[in-house]
C-alpha cells in the first residue's frame, strides 16, 4: 500500500479493470499533482494526444507553463472518460458535449455507406434466416438467446402441425381455428 506519499506513475504501477474504479478512486488524492510523464503513464495515453486534447478543449489546461506545468486529478478523470468514450466509437465532438454537461446517454450512429456493423445471422431452415444487429435492437446476449429460442420454436411448431387450409381463410378465421385446434 502506498500510504503517505502521493500516487504517481513512477512510484505505483495501477492495473484496473474499469476507468470507473480509477476514477472513484482520485476523490482520495485530491491533492495530487503530477507531471506530464506521471499522467501519461496512469492514463496510457501518449503525451502529444493529451496535448492535442488540451489544444481542442477536451481537457483543461495544467498549472504552470511548459515543464513546470502539472496536472492533478481532474486532469487525470477527463482523459479516462475520454479514453473510455473513444473505445466505445464515440466521436472526439460528442465527448466534448459530455463532458460540458449534455446528457449522458449516447445516440446510436446513424447508418452510412462505409459503416461497419456486427450482425447475427440467424438460419431457421433453408430459405429462412433472420438477421439481428443487436446494438439498433437493443438487446442484451441474453435476450438474443431467448429471442433465438422463440423463434425456432415458432418454426418447429408451423413445420409440426402445417395447415394448408390457413392459405386460403382469412386471418380473424385462423384465430378461430387456432384457438379450436387442442
Not at 495515453?45 to 515543464?67: E, F, H, M, N, W
Not at 452510412?112 to 446494438?135: F, N, Q
Request: hydrophobic share 40%.
Amino acid at each position: 500500500m502506498n500510504r503517505g506519499r502521493p500516487l504517481t506513475a513512477t512510484s505505483t504501477r495501477l492495473h484496473y479493470d474499469t476507468y470507473d474504479v480509477l476514477i472513484g478512486c482520485m476523490n482520495t488524492f485530491t491533492d495530487t499533482r503530477y507531471p506530464l510523464a506521471d499522467l501519461c503513464a496512469l492514463a496510457d495515453i501518449a503525451p502529444r494526444t493529451v496535448r492535442y486534447y488540451i489544444q481542442v478543449g477536451l481537457v483543461d489546461k495544467p498549472s504552470g507553463s511548459t515543464r513546470a506545468a502539472v496536472y492533478g486529478p481532474r486532469h487525470l478523470e477527463q482523459l479516462l472518460l475520454i479514453k473510455k468514450w473513444t473505445a466505445a466509437g464515440v466521436s472526439l465532438e460528442r465527448i466534448r458535449e459530455l463532458l460540458h454537461g449534455a446528457e449522458a446517454p449516447v445516440p446510436p450512429r446513424p447508418i452510412v455507406a462505409g459503416a461497419v456493423e456486427v450482425r447475427s445471422h440467424l438460419t431457421v431452415a433453408d430459405g429462412v434466416e433472420v438477421v439481428i444487429e443487436p446494438g439498433r435492437a437493443g438487446l442484451s446476449p441474453a435476450q438474443i438467446r431467448q429471442f433465438t429460442r422463440a423463434v425456432m420454436t415458432a418454426f418447429a411448431a408451423i413445420q409440426i402441425s402445417p395447415n394448408a387450409d390457413l392459405e386460403e381463410t382469412s386471418p380473424s378465421e385462423q384465430d378461430q381455428q387456432a384457438q379450436e385446434a387442442p
